[in-house]
């Protein structure tokens, strides 16, 4: 065999190797290459699909093809509307998010010039624009796999919505409004079926105003309602009247925005629907009660008799109230009828109530409900003809330990509000003292687990002169209230005498200074000029070296007060004399004069890259110091 037929036969056994593996390689890369590319699959309904290709259009985003149409149907319950499914390429499918909008690009030809016709040649594309330029705010938004697609350019960038309605008394640019401002417009208007369909743009500034429970309404241009409150008559704005428009309320702000919503044909629709749920029924055993009358809560109808079946000893009362009302009642809650006129004599003078109008016209009964933290589980409820007997039989006992006996004596009152809510009926010696007070039953609420009690006497200083008529008639007791928590029948004196700040709420610091001239208890504190707390104690370190001041500042200007403020006396007068420039004096407040005070001041610092340092908040507890001011 010639040595050139050899090498033939060598060159072909190469080259059927060779041609697999090339084979291998071009169909591996166009495999991988479309793998690369799956990613999202998603529908975009059109009204039409004109100059559209399976093979040749594609899904665009300025300029850059970031998807394939795989197929193009006609929707089986609409002939008059297409489905276009698309394959989104996989390193684009952060760009499919709710509020993402696809419209179709055809070339058009008008007066104002021709536009996109080099479509002719290339074919329509669809170009999508993003629900928002912000990465990071699309980043949070949630996926979506069906879109309702535009012929045209939307004018103005949003979100669309789908409507479907009952009635097309909506045409395109109707309005949406909110609160009398347009932040939407009707883009289209089909018809499927039986129903209406709409596509609306919210614009996308008031986005935000949309969620998933969003609910959208006709506006009326006029709303005549009875009731038995009256007739109600609402006329909406000028914009409303010429022009038809869709309103909307949203009852809860998910950052959701649904694909389509329904819309109502009203207001009250929506709130017939969301507001019934079943009432709350009971019955009682009264006569003088009819099946007519309603039941009333501070003048308001909470509720109505349902049925009044005859005994032989008292009536049978079926009734209820409403839902929404429902937690005005517990197992504590009495009823009572009001009567028309009631008058009341008493050591405070003549008291007389004229019932509420409506109560009398119409009829109808009313109560009362003690203890606001016990449960609802009663079927049958007491019911009083007079309720004022229910409060003068019913008291109610409780008592009250303390260390001494201070000036309290029997018959010493105790008051809330400066009304007399219990008197001490008894005093008695054990390990401690004990007193036993006694209080009318409608007070009960007011001794919660958290009630406080504490006592003032005769108080004379030079800042002021209280109680001198206990010296004489005994100390008196005070409430503070807790309505909110179960009865309690024992309690510890709390304070004696309490300064001013003791129950109320705020920040307490305290102030270390070398003297107490110019300051005392009381003296203000001043910020800028402004009193925002003041001093309500002082005393003596151990080593008597310094006095330490009790600082309370209101709750309102706790965030004013730093770890780094600095603290002083507040001006009272400042002499600076010069021989050119004659004599200024500076004058503090009236009261920084006649009672002393301290002020304090924030200063910006730097760090040493010249930021401003933010400062810490002062704390509870916290400890400042008295310092000295350093003359200019």
Do not use: C
């Not at 001494?404 to 009152?413: A, C, E, M, R, V």
């Not at 007060?561 to 007068?573: D, G, R, V």
């Amino acid at each position: 065999m010639s040595l050139a037929v050899t090498k033939r036969k060598k060159s072909i056994i190469v080259l059927a190797w060779i041609a697999p593996i090339v084979a291998i390689i071009i169909s591996s890369s166009m495999v991988f290459s479309h793998y690369t590319k799956i990613g999202n699959n998603i529908e975009i309904t059109f009204s039409n699909i004109d100059g559209l290709d399976v093979r040749q259009s594609h899904i665009q985003y300025n300029g850059l093809n970031i998807g394939d149409i795989s197929s193009m149907k006609i929707k089986k319950n609409n002939i008059k509307q297409f489905i276009v499914k698309a394959n989104i390429y996989s390193e684009y499918n952060y760009l499919i998010k709710e509020g993402s909008v696809f419209y179709k690009v055809s070339p058009t030809l008008s007066i104002n010039g021709v536009k996109d016709l080099s479509n002719i040649l290339t074919g329509n594309y669809i170009e999508l624009i993003p629900a928002t330029n912000d990465l990071n705010k699309m980043k949070l938004l949630a996926p979506q796999y069906s879109f309702h697609g535009l012929d045209t350019k939307p004018q103005k960038k949003g979100v669309l919505v789908h409507l479907t309605s009952n009635s097309g008394d909506f045409d395109i640019t109707s309005s949406i409004l909110y609160k009398g401002l347009q932040i939407g417009e009707v883009i289209t208007k089909t018809i499927n079926k039986f129903t209406i369909d709409y596509q609306i743009l919210i614009y996308e500034k008031y986005r935000y105003l949309i969620s998933s429970k969003t609910k959208f309404y006709k506006m009326s241009p006029f709303e005549l309602k009875a009731s038995l409150e009256g007739l109600k008559i609402n006329i909406p704005s000028l914009q409303n009247v010429l022009s038809s428009a869709i309103g909307f309320e949203t009852s809860q702000y998910d950052g959701k925005v649904k694909f389509t919503y329904i819309l109502y044909d009203s207001k009250d629709v929506i709130h017939d629907q969301n507001s019934y749920t079943p009432p709350y029924s009971f019955t009682i055993k009264a006569n003088d009660i009819l099946d007519t009358d309603f039941i009333y809560f501070k003048g308001v109808i909470v509720g109505k008799i349902d049925a009044v079946k005859i005994t032989n000893d008292l009536n049978k009362v079926t009734a209820h109230i409403k839902n929404k009302y429902k937690y005005l009642i517990n197992d504590s809650t009495i009823f009572y009828k009001r009567n028309a006129v009631k008058a009341k004599l008493s050591r405070d003078g003549l008291k007389v109530e004229i019932a509420n109008m409506k109560e009398l016209v119409m009829g109808g009964l009313t109560f009362t409900t003690p203890t606001k933290d016990k449960k609802l589980s009663k079927k049958e409820f007491e019911f009083y003809k007079d309720i004022d007997k229910l409060y003068v039989e019913g008291k109610f006992q409780f008592t009250l330990k303390v260390k001494d006996n201070y000036n309290l004596t029997k018959f010493s009152k105790l008051y809330y509000k400066n009304i007399e809510v219990a008197y001490v009926k008894d005093i008695e010696l054990k390990e401690d003292i004990i007193i036993t007070l006694e209080a009318p039953t409608k007070y009960k609420y007011l001794f919660g687990k958290n009630s406080k009690i504490y006592l003032k006497g005769a108080t004379i200083s030079l800042e002021k002169i209280e109680n001198l008529s206990s010296t004489v008639l005994g100390d008196k007791l005070y409430l503070i209230v807790d309505k909110n928590n179960s009865f309690r029948s024992s309690y510890t004196l709390d304070a004696i005498n309490p300064d001013d700040t003791h129950y109320k709420k705020g920040l307490r610091v305290q102030l270390k200074a070398k003297e107490s001239k110019n300051i005392s208890k009381d003296s203000p504190i001043y910020y800028k000029g402004f009193e925002i707390g003041e001093i309500y104690d002082a005393h003596l370190t151990n080593d008597g070296e310094f006095v330490i001041f009790d600082l309370f500042i209101q709750e309102k200007y706790r965030d004013i007060l730093k770890k780094q403020s600095k603290f002083y006396k507040a001006t009272t007068i400042d002499i600076d004399a010069s021989l050119l420039g004659g004599a200024k004096i500076k004058m503090g407040t009236a009261k920084a004069m006649l009672k002393g005070g301290i002020e304090f001041i924030n200063e910006s610092e730097k760090d040493k890259n010249g930021n401003i340092k933010i400062h810490t908040l002062a704390m509870d507890g916290a400890m400042f110091e008295l310092l000295e001011k350093i003359e200019k």
